[in-house]
């Protein structure tokens, strides 16, 4: 299961805060915040937050200030960061089945498997998606107003185009055939049956 650390995950919410204070500001002058603000509003306990927001800044996301104004901005747009290269900055790649690692071939199922295409599919439309979610569409007030295009590998040698306000539609039809596709048909009848709840 994908699941990210609660270093990304502060990380994540460290930056779309300093993203929605600059929005709001609406360029009446930088504004920033402290560690204990944000630790305080989100509830972070501030020693791991102050590791988060120093590593941020030794990769360039964010720039922090000395004194009575001092605190931590963004060093870039919010526009130009996008949600997968700060989940690697504090995770590493992200990595759905170890086919996809450089030890993948270790796997004694790697000759005979028969989801491993199917599986990069789903991976690489994973990293994908991650990777067209900026840090300005998550403070935005819809989130989805100003994502990209994202394409989404549903099918097999065959990718469906994404446009805002169609992707309910569209993680209807991955989750879909994820269920009764090709990776669905292998799936017992109670796991099946989990995933069409969800």
Request: hydrophobic share 35%.
């Amino acid at each position: 299961m994908l699941k990210l650390t609660k270093r990304a995950d502060y990380g994540l919410i460290a930056l779309k805060h300093l993203a929605t204070q600059e929005r709001r500001a609406n360029g009446s002058g930088e504004v920033g915040a402290t560690t204990k603000e944000i630790a305080e509003l989100y509830r972070i306990p501030v020693p791991h937050l102050a590791k988060v927001l120093q590593k941020l800044v030794r990769e360039g996301f964010l720039r922090s200030a000395q004194g009575s104004n001092g605190g931590y901005r963004l060093a870039k747009e919010a526009s130009q960061i996008n949600a997968l290269e700060v989940i690697r900055v504090f995770d590493g790649p992200v990595i759905l089945t170890s086919c996809f690692t450089d030890h993948g071939g270790s796997c004694e199922q790697s000759e005979r498997c028969n989801v491993r295409e199917p599986l990069r599919k789903i991976h690489e439309g994973i990293l994908g998606l991650l990777a067209s979610i900026t840090i300005a569409d998550m403070a935005s007030d819809d989130p989805l107003a100003h994502q990209p295009l994202v394409k989404l590998y549903a099918k097999p040698g065959a990718a469906s185009e994404v446009h805002q306000g169609d992707s309910e539609q569209a993680i209807q039809r991955v989750h879909d055939d994820a269920v009764s596709g090709p990776l669905g048909r292998n799936l017992t009848g109670q796991r099946r049956e989990e995933l069409r709840e969800c």
